[in-house]
């Protein structure tokens, strides 16, 4: 009996990080759940697609189902989805809450309460959260107390469900970024971000997925919340 393929799921899978982490797992053999809010349909008969929103618990019961459905297993949940919004604190509005705390926790809560059970189910499994450095390392030049908020709830979250699960085979890390240079940041503001980091440049999309198949492949690690932040953690 040969060994069963692996899958992975993966949220904000549509462009980014996320479509990059596609492409990593794909060329490691596994089979793929990729959602995202609109997620276009793929040739690939080892990735199957699942457009929704994030924050409504229908769409990880979709997620989750199409992976038993197609390939029987779960073995990998990449918790990618997430919003920023920086700007002062008193000038958050309640929509801005509501987004925030709809993607980067709602989300979260969600598919990963399916994932864990599917995986719990199997003996073992592996979830990976995306947070963000400044969830240790505060910074006056990027305020942005909704993103602490969330993404150090995710932080937290991890370290008690590494614990939690641990002695039923499920691993739980994290990555914690700096600023990555992706379509999202102009290229006129590449200097001001560049700063941000004692390195002197801001992170590029590879440093993530390679941090996030470290995880994957690190047996002995969970719990663990790994900066790939260029120093900002370590201080200024």
Known sequence: MGVAQKV??????????????VKAYRDLNYGLVATARSMPPSSDDNIVTVSGD????ETAVRAINAAMARFGRVDTLIN?????????FEQYTAADYATMVGVNLTGFFHITQLAVAAMT???????????????????????????SLTKGGLAAATKSLATE???????????????????????ETYAQLDAL????????????????????????VTGEILHVDGGQSAGH
């Not at 002197?200 to 047996?219: K, R, T």
């Open 8 to 21: 992975a799921v993966i949220t904000g899978a549509s462009q980014g990080i996320g479509a990059a982490l």
């Open 54 to 57: 994030i924050t409504e618990r």
């Open 80 to 88: 990618d989805a997430g919003v920023f919004i920086a700007k002062p």
């Open 121 to 147: 189910q199997q003996g073992a499994g592996h979830v990976v959260q995306i947070t963000t450095t400044l969830v240790d390392h505060a910074l006056t030049a990027v305020p942005s107390v909704l993103a």
């Open 165 to 187: 699960y641990a002695r039923r085979g499920i691993r739980v890390n994290a990555v914690a970024p700096g600023v990555i240079k992706t379509p999202m940041h102009q290229p």
């Open 197 to 220: 980091h004692p390195i002197g440049h801001m992170g590029e999309i590879g440093d993530i997925v390679g941090a996030i198949l470290y995880l994957e492949q690190a047996g002995f």
